[in-house]
C-alpha cells in the first residue's frame, strides 16, 4: 500500500493557493482501509521518509526535507492520522457498516485541521485565507474520494482475503 500511495500521490493539478489537489487522500485512506489503522499509519509513515530522502513522491513530483516543512507539510504529516483513523473506522464497526465512512470523515478533519494550521503558520496567512486556500476547494473532490474508497477497498479485503 505504500507504492499505491507513492504511485498515486504525485498525482496532482496545482493550484493558485500553494496547496495542489492529489490523489495522495485517495490512496492514504484505501491504505487505512485494506490494512487497519496500525499498519495503514506505518504506510503513510513510510511514504513521509521516502519522500523526506529524496524520492520523488509528493505531489508534482516533489520530495525532500523541504517539502515536509513547507506550505503543504502539515497535509503530509496528516495523512498519518488519516489513515490510522480510516483504519480504525475499519476494525472497530462501532457505527455498524458506516463505520469506515466515519473513520474517513474524522481523518479527514484532522488532515485538514493539521494542514491549515501549519498552512497559516508557514504562509503567515490568516484563518479564513488558510480555510480558502486548503479546505474549501478539497471538500467535493475529497468527498469524491472517500466514496471511492467506500466502494473500492471492501472488494480489495475480499480479494486479498483480509475480510
Not at 521518509?49 to 503530509?76: C, E, K, M, Q, R
Not at 479546505?135 to 472488494?155: E, H, N, S
Request: glycine letters at 12%; hydrophobic letters at 55%.
Amino acid at each position: 500500500m505504500t507504492a499505491v500511495i507513492c504511485v498515486l500521490a504525485p498525482i496532482s493539478i496545482p493550484l493558485v493557493t500553494l496547496v495542489p489537489i492529489s490523489l495522495a487522500t485517495l490512496a492514504v485512506m484505501l491504505a487505512g482501509a485494506v490494512l487497519g489503522s496500525r499498519n495503514g499509519a506505518l504506510c503513510a509513515l513510510l511514504y513521509l521518509i521516502l519522500g523526506g530522502i529524496g524520492i520523488p513522491v509528493f505531489a508534482g513530483y516533489s520530495s525532500g526535507f523541504s517539502a515536509l516543512v513547507g506550505v503543504t507539510g502539515g497535509f503530509l504529516v496528516g495523512y498519518i492520522p488519516l489513515a490510522f483513523c480510516t483504519g480504525y473506522g475499519q476494525e472497530k464497526k462501532i457505527a455498524g457498516k458506516y463505520s469506515l465512512l466515519a473513520g474517513m470523515i474524522v481523518g479527514t478533519v484532522i488532515l485538514y485541521a493539521i494542514g491549515t494550521i501549519w498552512f497559516m503558520f508557514t504562509a503567515k496567512a490568516g484563518f479564513m485565507t488558510a480555510l480558502s486556500a486548503c479546505v474549501i476547494p478539497f471538500l467535493p473532490g475529497d468527498a469524491l474520494k472517500i466514496a471511492a474508497v467506500m466502494v473500492t477497498a471492501p472488494r480489495l479485503r475480499t480479494a486479498l482475503k483480509l475480510n
